[in-house]
């Protein structure tokens, strides 16, 4: 499995973004899709997840601002980022799990000033 992120920036506290992440390969075998950030300093943690049955999965620091969705035809899944605050701030990285294991793709850089 690839996957490709894309559409991080820098936007201001109370703008928006929309995340993409576009699997290729063995697709299949994927059994959900989801993202997680790192700021500097913290540990890794999980965003947002959707299964591939739709069932979603939020962190309480975003649940009611971001919303994540998929589109199956173009086998991508799309992370909507809405109120940013600062602390949002970090490398997004997209993540497939299932049959053929855990796959990430690149980080996307999310900056958000204040």
């Known amino acids: 499995v690839q996957l490709q992120a894309s559409g991080g920036g820098l936007v201001q506290a109370g703008g928006s973004l929309r995340l993409s992440c576009a699997a290729s390969?063995?697709?299949?075998?994927?059994?959900?899709m989801g993202w997680y950030r790192q700021a500097p300093g913290k540990q890794r943690e999980l965003v947002a997840s959707i299964t591939s049955g739709g069932t979603t999965t939020y962190a309480d620091s975003v649940k009611g601002r971001f919303t994540i969705s998929r589109d199956n035809a173009k086998n991508t899944v799309y992370l909507h980022m809405n109120s940013l605050k600062p602390e949002d701030t970090a490398v997004y990285y997209c993540n497939s799990y299932g049959l053929a294991g855990d796959y990430w793709g690149q980080g996307t850089q999310v900056t958000v000033s204040s």
């Open positions: 390969g063995r697709i299949f075998a994927i059994n959900g």
